[in-house]
């Protein structure tokens, strides 16, 4: 599978320019101001709008420096539905596909999602550090490249983009700007996985009453601690599979 791409909102945002992969595979790559070169991105950042229904849903994700418009249609059944579960404003990671419609100024850059799931505050951070090296790694590609040597994806970028000196120390500030926002005190370390059962049955527990919640509000509850939709519904199987949950009534979840 494509391996995807760390790029802030606002390089993303300021992309004119598609390059055919020349490799055989399908689609082409979005390439952006600041030397990313984007078929599938991953990105974390604060969910601020939602809006649609039915097969189609529509998103802004904001990022320290930017916001990014991502849709989710009927190809991605689980990011539609897990979608659907969150309220903004809501820390959100999605993967998807990089398009861009129109051309020229009126180019529009978005992301088709394939996979949505809830996050905290450190997993935004997270993404934030990783996000810069990867961007100041780039810039650094480009700033040889004026010079004469760097690669060739480098040198492309300049062609499309008449990349300046100046256009790269812009860029180089917006990292800083991101890399402003991180929480001084965020200690990266092992994150162990916590079992999709043992998230939503925690979360069952806190909020469940004495009868117990609708399974509709038990797959929310598994959104929200970070499942998607699909990852819900089969951790909430499980549970009752295993016994560690019942139905005291029709379409109703209850933990023993």
Same mark, same amino acid.
């Given at each position: ?23 055989? #595979? $399908?689609?082409?790559?979005?390439? =952006?101001? !600041?030397?990313?070169?984007? /078929? ?5 950042? %604060? @969910? ?75 997993? #935004? $951070?997270?993404?934030?550090?990783? =996000?810069? !090296?990867?961007?100041?790694? /780039? ?5 040889? %490249? @004026? ?110």
């Amino acid at each position: 599978m494509e391996p995807v791409i760390r790029v802030f909102a606002r390089d993303f945002s300021a992309a004119r320019h598609t390059v055919d992969s020349g490799d055989g #595979r $399908d689609g082409s790559y979005v390439v =952006t101001p !600041g030397g990313a070169w984007c /078929r599938r991105l991953f990105i974390v950042g %604060a @969910l601020t709008e939602r809006r649609g229904s039915g097969d189609v849903m529509r998103a802004r994700i904001a990022d320290p420096t930017g916001t990014f418009h991502v849709s989710a249609d009927w190809q991605s059944p689980d990011a539609v539905e897990t979608l659907g579960y969150i309220e903004p404003p809501a820390f959100v990671a999605v993967t998807g596909r990089a398009t861009l419609n129109g051309s020229g100024s009126r180019a529009y850059a978005g992301l088709d999602a394939e996979a949505i799931n809830v996050v905290d505050r450190t997993a #935004r $951070d997270i993404w934030v550090l990783a =996000t810069a !090296g990867a961007t100041l790694g /780039r810039l650094e590609a480009l700033e040889k %490249a @004026l010079g004469g040597g760097g690669d060739e994806r480098a040198a492309t970028v300049i062609g499309l983009y008449g990349t300046t000196g100046k256009d790269i120390q812009d860029k180089a500030g917006m990292v800083r700007t991101a890399l402003a926002s991180v929480l001084p005190d965020l200690a990266v370390g092992e994150i162990a996985p916590v079992a999709g059962r043992d998230l939503l049955l925690a979360a069952i527990e806190d909020e469940g009453g004495a009868r117990g919640i609708p399974e509709s509000d038990a797959v929310a509850l598994g959104v929200r601690s970070g499942l998607s939709a699909r990852d819900a519904q089969r951790a909430l199987e499980e549970l009752l599979a295993a016994g560690e949950c019942y139905q005291p009534a029709s379409d109703m979840i209850k933990p023993i």
